[in-house]
């Protein structure tokens, strides 16, 4: 695929915003009324309602709660467009955020397409491990291996800011992607794009990496036609498939690291929930690591494995 020259649009690229479409609150409240009602009806969250109405047609959510029934509004795209890409969600499991593009993540608003997985609030944690064991006086090399968007690149380009990273995927569509993110955050100069295989396009860099991160594909096979339909259906394989128990990716970059990470070199990945006694005695039985921790996201689900490659 080419380079992007502009912003990526929604999924539905027939769809062009329209420039201060006037509407009546009246006429706003009787569609999101009814928008909720079959959101519900197809057991989907009325909030993607709300989210849809103020991302999707940049609703100003003040003027419409305080507003009278005549009073007029003005949307950015207009209540037909929106009725279309709601019935897409309704339809085939589209997720919003494909179709509106973007996805907020920390302090950033990402721009996200189905060449990506859509960044998930519980990975935002792994920003904050890395400053906990590192610091954010960190100077050395990190890497994010399997970018995709790259919102962990960015994530680190902005809490390491002495840093230089390395963003790596295998997919030149999510590369132009995630530097065209970068670009859009003003971090297009922090952040070197590689596309390769994991650890491949970095031989430059081997024995020198002080951290390396990254969300794997971790989801085993034959998982993936059971997941909800908007993951199944639309978010790449390439991104969700570990193997037949899931582990392929992780077993990979354990082997790989030590031989690009530096002594103490810091190894932190993202796993499925119950991986992590897996993940660990891989660790363990590869000797070049200390002992591994294991890191709990909010709803207290083992999702991050995290450890050092030994002093040599």
Request: with cysteine; aromatic share 6%; charged share 20%.
């Amino acid at each position: 695929m080419g380079q992007l020259s502009q912003q990526p649009q929604s999924q539905d690229e027939s769809l062009t915003r329209d420039a201060g479409v006037e509407v009546t609150v009246s006429q706003v409240r009787a569609w999101r009324n009814q928008a909720r009602s079959s959101a519900l009806a197809h057991n989907l969250d009325p909030a993607e309602v709300d989210w849809l109405l103020s991302e999707g047609a940049r609703l100003d959510r003040l003027k419409f709660r305080l507003g009278q029934p005549g009073d007029r509004l003005s949307l950015s795209r207009s209540l037909e467009d929106l009725t279309h890409l709601w019935q897409k969600r309704l339809g085939d499991r589209t997720p919003l955020q494909y179709l509106l593009g973007s996805v907020p993540w920390r302090n950033f608003n990402l721009l996200v397409s189905p060449a990506v997985l859509i960044p998930r609030p519980e990975t935002e944690a792994i920003i904050d491990i890395v400053l906990e064991r590192k610091g954010a006086d960190s100077a050395g090399i990190w890497v994010d291996l399997g970018t995709g968007s790259g919102a962990i690149a960015l994530g680190l380009a902005q809490a390491l800011p002495k840093a230089k990273i390395y963003a790596v995927d295998c997919s030149a569509e999510a590369l132009t992607l995630a530097q065209t993110n970068a670009e859009r955050h003003g971090l297009g100069d922090r952040i070197q794009f590689r596309q390769g295989s994991w650890f491949e396009p970095l031989a430059a860099q081997r024995g020198q990496l002080e951290g390396m991160v990254s969300n794997p594909p971790y989801i085993p096979s034959s998982q993936i036609p059971h997941l909800q339909p908007e993951v199944s259906r639309h978010e790449p394989h390439l991104a969700l498939d570990g193997g037949d128990d899931g582990l392929t990716a992780l077993r990979h970059l354990i082997q790989t690291a030590p031989d690009y990470l530096q002594p103490r070199g810091l190894w932190l990945v993202e796993i499925m929930s119950g991986q992590s006694p897996a993940v660990c005695e891989l660790l363990q039985d590869n000797g070049n690591y200390e002992t591994p921790h294991v890191v709990r996201d909010f709803a207290g689900h083992d999702r991050f494995v995290l450890t050092q490659t030994k002093q040599r």
